[in-house]
């Protein structure tokens, strides 16, 4: 039986401040933090932002949400920004975040019985998981289409100058070993990732509606499904401390991709000037700062088209770029650069 699209109109006047004030004061912003408004879908085709500002406090949060609700899917910045909009300005994370996301079975949207599930799985296996790592999840929120667990930290970030670098620190590498024990629980129903690896994410808050696509054969309600008093965030910070991220060089590194031919290399070389030029050592002209920024692009490039860690190997050993070679250079900074390039497209593929 078809489901009934709800009004929209009526929809949007389903916006429960009490539910959204009560999560602004669990993320506990210090200062001006992130407000937007994702406009949404055309039949899967994303149409950009609506209203993107920063927000001094809860109340003119808010505000806004109250204006935009029904617009599009109003979102939070879960962590501090300062002076910008990108990861250069992130000084610390305030949470994990674990996205539960169900199949979309129904037009842009799971079937009631796959979001069901995806909530029972964050409120059972997924939080005794967490809790056997030693973390206290503090809020679960039903997104409309999966669900969302939020951990409550406390971790200051040396401040880093791109994503690049991000993806080559201790707490990213921590937040993968993390997320590669959450997959455990991936089935055909559910996939489940680390949001906070995106340190910038911007997250659809409880009580708003969940529009995201105008094709949607059901528009839902975002809500939180539990929320504890005390959100534990000392305890949690001291467990992700405990995390060994030397677990994540292994993440990628042993990917299971069949090696490319001499032929299909060469292929790609020819396609793909920028790869070409790094290879050969041109790489100051497109603005690296380092001949490791430039020689982890180029690794980059090669896992984009599916080049085996062997290729990759081969290939580096005679890349005129120059610092593989360097006699100083050990193989962990080999592993660690293919496993950071491995990761870094990784995350762009799922943010496309």
Known sequence: MAIKTPDLITQAKRFDENTLRKFLQFLNHKIPFKY?????NINGKPQGSGRCIFVGDINEFIKFSKQDNGTG???VGINELRNTNDITGITKLQALVFDIDANKKTKFVSSIKDHNYAISLAKTRARERLERLGFKVGCIVDSGNGAHIYIKVNIPLKRVKS???????DVYKKLAVIEKKMQKLNDGIVHIDCLTKDPVRRMKVPGTLNYKDTQEAEHRMCRIVCLLDDPAEKENTKAFYRINPAESDSTFENADVKSLTKEQIRNMFRQDKKMKDLYFGDWQKYGYRSRSEAEIALISKMVHYHFSNKNIYELMDNCKIGKWQDEIISNNYKRRTIASARNFIKAAEYNQ
């Open 36 to 40: 937007q408004v994702f406009k949404p």
């Open 73 to 75: 899917m109003v979102c």
């Open 163 to 169: 994503r690049e670098e991000w993806f080559s620190t």
